[in-house]
């Protein structure tokens, strides 16, 4: 398929589970004998919207048609979308805002990184539109993953996530995290879909793991956000951390994430025995190879 329609392909799916999702009594429609599907009517849903039946039956079957701003804003209505389903609706069926096809690595000056590195008190690094972990300081390696660790081909938090036991056993509560971190992905793919460089790594994620097969089908989206996580390490048990994201003025498309630890639990404490640690081991490697 063309960017085109992949781009439709995720328009129609998108519409139908959240279409499936609501009940007629959810927007006010009576319920009258056994239905055949989930969820409300194709019919329901455009006459709700005040459009015809056969134009949102064709969305869903991927015709390429064209839609005005004030019928998808009625369709979120009539869906019940949040502000982040929202905007991937109208960045779906508009393609809006345009993006450029991701370039394969973005460039990281090198005052970005002496940032990182000056930055020894929490774990950072800088994340690119694909979820591509471009930069990383040494607490990063310590208490979160040592990217170094894995090939450059590899270094992509979904992927990690999915296929690399040291990262799925560092996340307390792996499956809500990982459909977290899917439903967060989802939305960066909303404004990128269709782009090769993207559709690769899901095409890859889909043939390797089974929970990212199940969960991407369902179109959930969520936005990235601040928050606190609890984190099972290895090497000095749980650890609670928060996190924070935020953009690279020069590159909107580039992230940085800083997790810093919190004073209870020991976290604080075990955080710095970590680096400790990992900075020891790493300077022993150092020496042996010299």
């Avoid at 459009?51 to 019940?80: F, G």
């Avoid at 996530?161 to 040291?166: G, I, L, Q, V």
């Avoid at 790594?201 to 990212?212: D, M, T, Y």
């Amino acid at each position: 398929m063309n960017k085109d329609e992949i781009r439709r392909s995720e328009l129609s799916s998108f519409l139908r589970t959240r279409r499936e999702r609501l009940r007629p009594a959810d927007v006010g429609l009576p319920v009258s004998g056994r239905r055949r599907t989930p969820g409300l009517r194709r019919e329901e849903v455009a006459q709700l919207a005040g459009m015809s039946a056969t134009w949102y039956t064709w969305l869903e079957q991927q015709r390429p048609i064209k839609v005005s701003a004030a019928v998808l804003d009625r369709l979120a209505q009539v869906l019940q979308l949040n502000p982040v389903e929202r905007v991937q609706l109208f960045q779906l069926a508009l393609r809006a805002p345009v993006v450029q096809p991701s370039p394969q690595r973005h460039e990281i000056s090198p005052l970005i990184q002496r940032t990182l590195d000056r930055m020894t008190a929490v774990a950072a690094f800088i994340m690119g539109p694909r979820w591509d972990v471009l930069a990383w300081n040494l607490p990063a390696r310590a208490f979160f993953f040592d990217f170094e660790a894995v090939p450059r081909a590899e270094r992509n938090l979904v992927w990690l996530a999915f296929t690399n036991p040291a990262l799925r056993s560092l996340l307390v509560d792996w499956p809500t995290r990982a459909q977290d971190i899917v439903a967060r992905f989802r939305g960066d793919h909303g404004r990128h879909v269709g782009d090769p460089y993207f559709e690769q790594l899901i095409s890859r994620l889909r043939s390797v793991s089974p929970e990212f097969t199940s969960w991407w089908p369902r179109h959930d989206v969520r936005p990235q956000s601040e928050g606190r996580k609890e984190y099972n390490h290895p090497k000095v048990g749980r650890i609670l951390a928060e996190h924070l994201t935020f953009s690279i003025t020069d590159n909107p498309e580039l992230r940085m994430i800083v997790f810093t630890p919190i004073a209870a639990n020991g976290s604080v404490e075990k955080f710095n025995q970590t680096l400790k640690s990992f900075s020891a081991s790493t300077k022993s490697v150092e020496m042996i190879g010299a």
